[in-house]
């Protein structure tokens, strides 16, 4: 999306260009927060309603929450820009790390 | 380029936060110290859920007994809208808008402390109840996890006063401003850590 | 160190150190300090060899023993083992990618002084009551219902050193990431370069679970948690894991830094480029990488069930695959080649079947249920430390005799080094090759004393005779430190003749700035392609211009210190003692005080002219 | 550089020596197997080995003709710079692979193989498997029979060439359970119940004197060293008659002479509040605080420890905490003269279900 190459050697052109980016991006993130909002409701909806059987509801707020990070990530934190590799890198390697701590603690700490 | 140099509107680079070798290293740190953090926040988790519900007689409440869905709902809201307004810091930051930035700014930290004060309420609810830190392992495991995630909301809050109050006459430069991105990077990801909160062990923890 | 140096008093060159931000430095102090606590644990070891030296034994007594076992095991390897491993990277990494310093000058100081002053929380436990007792390892149930302060001391002291080394890990990362020199590609990185990132890319992932645990302990022991408290519904095993999370990968933590400076060390002195170059960094990614999926190995015995067993003796077994690449590949490095027997030599080739035999125990306990019968006797005991010996301190007497004229400018002398390199050889065989035979007879580690009649006697009293030897070695070492300094004959840039990478290029020790110019760099082992095409410097990427220079700063002493002293009132708030409540306030205001003091305050740093580094050039002070 | 050499010889050939002298002793040593389970650990403890030295061999070949072939003549000799050999890198890369999956596969056999103790929960009158409860404390061994209904303390008693079935368990700090010479560990976790089995072999048990030592091999506080048991494998027979004999006794045994009456008198006085001399496991697990010492005057050493003679009896009681460091038994009863000592060694010493 946004771009570090900014030599079209017009100032005025850059600056349009850039705040157009910037316009867009933001569009993109307003989308972004109307949506996390909407999955919010969606799961607090499912648990409220009570209707629903354990086995159901767990996995889809599991994979709500999932969507609502990515969206933090990739649109808040600029994830999707370039320049992030060492960070979603490292940030990916932790979560496996994190992630199979949680299944051990999950499945052989109790008996 | 100069960490003092002062801009303009059209003179400010498209990318502030990493026009620096310095801003670079800020940029990169703090998402491996990111990726730390998610490694911690992960061992919390593990631990409170290894330790769910474990209390030691039967009259102590459970999770399903704890909590209450509209508390957690709304603080879930104050903080996801900090995260949109920290988003529109970072926008008016980009377009050399120093003003309209610490407003936003402002507003960010209102929203957080907002949560803040809620959390302390729903504590206080919570030890009425008999559900303290330490009256079983339920609950030691419950207010670390939440608790870790309160301080970083309770830091967050204080090193953006900090920095607003620091920069409030300097307006933007190269030199403070991969500092508010870091901010706003920090910011968000106590927003992603409470999204894992919020699901797993409050909406969880009502499901059973 | 520095050109700008004058000569000055005691008093500013120890203001100098406590407020410097020069990775140099820090090195110094890292290579001060954990030699100091090298020393420390290496006196505890001597107690612990003299105590079972003979049956029944009243040296010490049965308390006092489980202190000294347990200090000497996080004495080494938090201490000693991790901070000299620490003064290495910091003296050689940058300079191997051409940085003129780290991404985080404060940062590095800071962790360093935060590693200090836990160290010395941590000892301080002698004088203040008793130190911990509960094993290095802590386990819960044990650690929980330890009396005094031991284990607090043991939790508060290891929370502050770790996030020393964890802010440390990310600044050698960043610096890795971002500041090497023009050309200098991630696959023409030296291999002790390669081996600081992924072991910083450890630490990174490995210390957030020790944090945790320690905090839970924390909580349980000072502030009434019950984490691991069984009747409250705790659960023990817990710790067990957290610790071992982390514990797993911190073995990797303390051996891939080894392997770096084995890997230079074996180019070096065979004069040959490193043999399979990409293998062995594919190997020392790839033993990052498992070496977070197989910390139950640990926890065999505890009851994890067959599945839980079966999957992580697997996982640990893959582990031998990449170690073996890395010996062979050190193997061919050193064949067709053209070795010369130095002291760092002597210390690489014997490291290969050192190392050997360590690694090949460590496949026999990756055998599950054979496992069972070694798990906690003296059989472990002798895996890991022909493991942590026969690889981590080799490496570290390794890099001391070939790193020493880089970091101080003079050379060790190599009669005493090879003296100390033989009776130190000698000592750890005779040490621990016994040891795998006391445990396969029944001898369970951890024991303070062992009953007559079991046929551990002799095998016993070999132990510590070979203690002895390499004690001596160690002596020996300090009298070659302070007979060199005494002397101190200068040396050029590349003492040993055949440096091939670019901390070689420049002048020993280096000027404050590092690199007046940033190399260009052309390929791996930069300095030895400009050497073969017969250039003695390299070239320059950039003209000379101004140098931008970070401040020196007293803030990353007060920032460890207020959390020294908040630690004393966190502990002794337990006693209900009055003044603890405030003595933590006033500690954690140090501390967060000097933090804001660091966030409003700017720090611009200050330049080095271009006309200055021309002048000095021209009057031949410095290269 | 003699001298050094001499050295290295001398400790060589102590080396040496010292592994010839022997695998150990029978009774303790785990490279002198007396059961299935040391036996199936025994030889994944040969197979692994005899890999290891494989690749020891190798290892040392390539090392030593590279030491000596490879020294520098000359110093201005510039060897040619060799990047790799890939057909060299992946032979040693597969051959390691394969060597693995060779250990690799019967560990996870044996893993499963030793994991196996459905048995021991089958109910019912027909149940012939031996299931021991054993309880670990502060420096001392508890062994309930459940499907028996008798309790001793310290030493072990179990049929030879029979699968005997543990579940684990501690009152206080973790401790772990270990018999060297018959079966590797598992440790005694103060959160669950861990379960595994033995087997005793009947022809070793004899070479070992029918006595196996056992040890606490978690580190569990300052007397961790001393927390030894022993185990009595004997035959079928003369357990069950040895079990009968434990079930007759009903209530405390009478002391017979004039001096072990008086050591009863005291015994009922300072004693029995924690240490009971009765088998049957009827009180609870939290009530039993110290050593069952019904057949204490069978067994083969005091406090686990010391001989079994009546001066060491009378030496643990007048200070046990000269032997073991922090045990629990210290201060819990007056002060006794030696006159009273002398009666209550005299009456334990006669505690016997078995002529």
Known sequence: MANHELNSGNPRVDIEYRRKKSKEEMRYQIVSFTMMLFLTFIAFGMVAAKGFSHWFTVPIILLLAVVQVIFQLYYFMHMNQKGHEAPSLFLFTGLGVGLTAILTFMTIVWW | MQVEEKFTYETWPAHSEKATLEAKNKFIGFWLFLGGETVLFASLFATYLALKDKVPNTSMPHAKDLFELPLTFAATMLLLTSSLTSVYAMYHMKNFAFRKMMLWLGLTALLGAGFLGLEIYEFTNYVHEGHTFTSSAFGSAFYTLVGFHGGHVAFGLLWCLTLM????????????APKFYVFSLYWHFIDVVWVFIFTVVYLMGMVG | MSTYAQKKGFGATLWDFLTTVDHKKIAILYLIAGGFFFVVGGLEAMFIRIQLAVPNNDFVSAGLYNEIMTMHGTTMIFLAAMPLVFAFMNAVMPLQIGARDVAFPFVNALGFWLFFFGGVFLNLSWFLGGAPDAGWTSYASLAIASKGHGVDFYVLGLQISGIGTLIGGINFLVTIINMRAPGMTYMRMPLFTWSTFVTSALILFAFPPLTVGLVL??????????FFEVTMGGNTVIWEHLFWIFGHPEVYILILP????FSETFAIF??????????????????????????????????????????????????????????????????????????PMLYAVSFIPSFVAGGVTGVMLASAAADYQYHDTYFVVAHFHYVIVGGVVLAILAGTHLYWPKMFGTMLNETMGKITFTLFLIGFHLTFFIQHFLGLWGMPRRVFTYLPGQGFETA??????????????????LINIIVTSARNVRVGNDPWGDGRTLEWAIPSPPPFYNFKQLPLVRGLDAYWLEKMEGKMAMTPAEPIGDIHMPNASFLPFTIALGLFIAAFGAMYHVDHKPWALPVMVIGLLVTFASMFLRSVKDDHGFHIHKEDLIEKTDKGVEA | ??????????????ILALILSGCGQPYLSALRPAGEVAEMQYGLMKLSTLIMVGVIAVVTVIFILVVIKFRRKDDSEIPKQVEGNHKLEILWTVIPILLLLILAVPTVADVFKLADVGKMDKKGAHKDEVVVKVRSNLYWWEFEYPDLGIVTSQELVVPTNKKVYFSLHSSDVKHSFWIPAVGGKMDTNTDNVNKFWLEFDDKKANEAGNLFYGKCAELCGPSHALMDFKVRAISQSKFDSWVSAMKDVKKPQQATSELAQQGQKIFSQSCIGCHAVTPTNATPEKARVAPNLTNFGERSRVAGILPHTKEDVKAWIKNPEKFKPGNKMTGKYPQMSDQELDALA???MGLKVQD
Not at chain 2, 165 to 176: A, E, M, Q, V
Not at chain 3, 460 to 477: D, P
């Open chain 3, 258 to 261: 080894a392997f770096g400076i």
């Open chain 4, 1 to 14: 550089m003699k001298r050094l050499a001499k050295w290295r010889l001398i400790s060589l050939f102590s």
């Open chain 2, 165 to 176: 109050f620091r920069n409030s006459k300097r307006g933007l430069d190269l030199y403070n």
């Open chain 3, 270 to 343: 065979s004069r040959k480029r490193l043999f399979g170059y990409s293998s062995m960094v594919f190997a020392l990614v790839l033993i990052g990488f498992l070496g977070f999926m197989v910390w139950a190995h640990h926890m065999f015995t505890t009851g994890l069930g067959p599945v839980a067993n079966a999957i992580f003796a697997v996982a640990t077994m893959a582990i031998g695959v990449p170690t073996g690449i890395k010996i062979f590949n050190w193997l061919f490095t050193m064949w067709g080649g053209s070795v010369k027997f130095t002291t």
């Open chain 3, 217 to 226: 302990m924390m909580f349980d022991r000072l502030f009434g948690a019950n």
């Open chain 3, 460 to 477: 016993n009293m070999v132990s510590t005779v070979g203690a002895f030897f390499m004690a001596v070695g160690v002596i020996v070492l």
């Open chain 4, 346 to 348: 005299e009456y334990l």
